[in-house]
């Protein structure tokens, strides 16, 4: 995770201006809903890319919540298509920000990326992962 410029001059609305501002993420956690009797249950599974993902400040618009804690900000996520910004409801971003006084600026602490997926995917995405586990731990053992 980096994040390069100054994120909390991303407003509630979405603007060209804040292109200059990128935050890389490197975890994604995909999260779905499933019925489990009578209420829908989350399920989630995180995944670290070998790539990091970049999302710039253009892509961004705070979300205007005034529960949450100090430091932190909840971004709105859009997607560029056909050169207009679309609000992707399904994207998520958490940003953790600590104010450093002997730097006298706000430093990076954590970054959650969340992105709500169907039942169908999930599970593709569950076994490719599974699968990569197994190959990543097979590569380890030694033969006799």
């Known amino acids: 995770m980096k994040l390069t410029g100054n994120i909390l001059n991303i407003k509630n609305k979405r603007d060209d201006r804040h292109a200059g501002i990128a935050i890389e993420v490197d975890k994604v956690e995909y999260v779905t809903y499933k019925k489990d009797g009578k209420y829908f249950q989350p399920f989630n599974l995180e995944v670290e890319l070998e790539e990091p993902i970049v999302i710039t400040g253009d892509q961004l618009a705070r979300k205007p919540d005034k529960h949450l804690q ?9 997607d560029k298509e056909d050169g207009d910004y679309v609000l992707n409801e399904s994207k998520f971003l958490s940003v953790l920000l600590v104010y450093d006084e002997f730097e006298q600026e706000h430093v ?36 006799k």
């Open 108 to 143: 990076l602490s954590s970054v959650e990326y969340t992105v709500t997926v169907p039942n169908d995917e999930f599970k593709v995405l569950k076994e490719e992962q599974h699968k990569l586990r197994q190959a990543r731990k097979g590569m380890g053992k030694k033969k």
């Open 70 to 78: 100090e430091g932190e900000y909840d971004f709105d996520v859009y």
